[in-house]
């Protein structure tokens, strides 16, 4: 398996904190993503990156800011958390971008916004 | 925006038939990857087709890509329990960077 691990895998939060998930790998992979799942819309690209504090924007980026200033760690903020960014929320690692190599997943963080 | 768009959403099926998911988009895209997802799990690669017509095989499951590279689809045949879960077509965006999933197909095989 992938060296990938997402924390925490489950959170709960109240509207309105900010809130940072983290993914943290260890195959020195160049890309870097984060997605979300709801039901219905397969997975969305919220941020990507490309290498270290090089990012760019999503499908769905609202709401949402990242950072990555080591090769190792993306992290995935919501400044200020609302209901509608309740969702399952997977990073992805790839030695290259787009789709001709393989991206590998984490498990996923299960997050509640109340 | 590049949107993949899957059909059906949702398949229910007994064990021994075959089935077909769709994923297209009106965008061209240079590869597509079909994934296939367990609960609680990330989606894993099942393949990547690259060529438009290129079709592949992998056992049971049969993968084809468009001739202009705008859909792509995936056979099965003689579906079994173990092929329930959800099946996501992925391809390259914009610039070939990001890596755009479909709306998603999920399985049901019941025995």
């Known amino acids: 398996d992938a060296g990938i691990t997402q924390s925490p895998r489950h959170k709960v939060t109240e509207t309105g904190t900010p809130v940072t998930l983290r993914c943290h790998q260890t195959?020195?992979?160049?890309?870097m993503y984060w997605y979300r799942q709801d039901p219905g819309h397969g997975l969305r690209l919220i941020h990507y990156?490309?290498?270290?504090?090089?990012?760019d924007k999503g499908e769905v980026s609202d709401g949402y800011s990242v950072s990555r200033s080591k090769t190792e760690d993306f992290l995935l903020t919501l400044e200020s958390a609302t209901s509608s960014q309740t969702s399952v929320y997977f990073c992805?690692?790839?030695?290259?971008?787009?789709?001709?190599?393989?991206?590998?997943f984490g498990q996923g963080t299960r997050l509640t916004v109340v | 925006t590049q949107l993949l768009e899957q059909s059906p959403q949702f398949l229910s099926i007994q064990e021994g038939e075959n089935l077909t998911v769709y994923c297209n988009s009106s965008?061209?895209?240079?590869?597509l990857q079909w994934y296939r997802q367990e609960p609680g799990e990330g989606p894993v690669l099942l393949v990547t087709?690259?060529?438009?017509?290129e079709v592949k095989k992998l056992k049971r499951l049969t993968f084809q890509f468009g001739d202009a590279r705008k859909d792509s689809s995936l056979h099965i045949t003689a579906a079994q329990t173990g092929d329930t879960g959800l099946y996501l077509c992925?391809?390259?965006?914009?610039?070939?960077?990001?890596?755009?999933f479909g709306t998603g197909t999920r399985l049901l095989v019941s025995p």
């Open positions: 195959e020195n992979h160049r890309y």
């Open positions: 990156s490309y290498g270290v504090k090089d990012t």
């Open positions: 965008s061209v895209f240079s590869s």
């Open positions: 992925a391809g390259a965006g914009t610039g070939f960077q990001k890596l755009v």
């Open positions: 087709v690259v060529t438009g017509g």
């Open positions: 992805a690692i790839s030695p290259t971008g787009g789709g001709n190599t393989e991206a590998f």
